[in-house]
């Protein structure tokens, strides 16, 4: 149980254009899902908390509106990369914590590697 | 600020040889604090939180409030538990997790 998906797992596309990534939790409903992201050899972080039904919450340095989170349904975030450029290019990585208790565990997805020509 | 220092990227160790990955951590808050585990190929997941005070697969972690130190041990390491370690700082009840940059830990036959 509590299993996440990521659809693309991998893609690639020109400067300029958007890009959208899926977060599924498969099992579970999740109130609340995450969005990291992790550059080589470097650790992850946390780009924003995305809540089911309201606006996400951003990083501090995070630019809401190039990296578009939407949250409609239990199951469901994306995260939209709009005019993508290769500085954005990266390892995105999604969670979903399993109830609504902050304490509850996070689960993870597989991520998806992003890579802008 | 929070912070999570892992100073180590790699740690090799021959099988059978206790294990010691580092943590150490700044927040000014009450801190959570977890190791995640990431085996090649897999994604990211939990190995076990300080709240459990429990042993996943041998290992064990204390958090030690004076030192700000969460370190994870194992006495006696195998070769499955060649992984990359993240040790996270979880803030707001463990909402906001913050991620130490990871070992890398390599056992040897």
């Known amino acids: 149980g509590a299993v996440v998906s990521q659809h693309p797992s991998r893609v690639i596309c020109k400067s300029g254009t958007s890009v959208k990534i899926e977060c599924r939790s498969l099992d579970f409903q999740a109130t609340t899902m995450f969005w990291y992201r992790q550059f080589p050899k470097q650790s992850l972080m946390l780009m924003a908390t995305s809540n089911e039904g309201s606006k996400a919450t951003y990083e501090q340095g995070v630019e809401k509106d190039k990296f578009l989170i939407n949250h409609a349904s239990l199951t469901l975030s994306t995260l939209t990369v709009t005019s993508a450029h290769p500085e954005d290019s990266s390892f995105y990585i999604c969670s979903a914590r399993l109830g609504g208790v902050s304490t509850d565990t996070q689960y993870f997805g597989p991520g998806t590697r992003l890579t802008v020509l | 600020a929070q912070r999570v220092t892992q100073p180590e990227k790699l740690l090799s160790v021959f099988k059978g040889a206790p294990v010691e990955l580092k943590c150490n951590y700044s927040?000014?808050?009450?801190?959570?604090l977890f190791w995640y585990v990431q085996y090649s190929r897999q994604r990211l997941q939990l190995l076990l939180r300080?709240?459990s005070r429990e042993s996943i697969k041998g290992f064990t972690a204390d958090l030690n409030k004076g030192e700000t130190s969460f370190h994870l041990k194992k006495p006696f390491a195998q070769e499955e538990d060649s992984a990359m370690y993240y040790c996270?700082?979880?803030?707001?009840?463990?909402?906001?997790?913050?991620f130490g940059t990871g070992t890398q830990l390599k056992v040897e036959l």
């Open positions: 927040y000014s808050g009450s801190p959570e």
């Open positions: 996270a700082l979880g803030q707001g009840g463990g909402n906001k997790l913050t």
């Open positions: 300080h709240i």
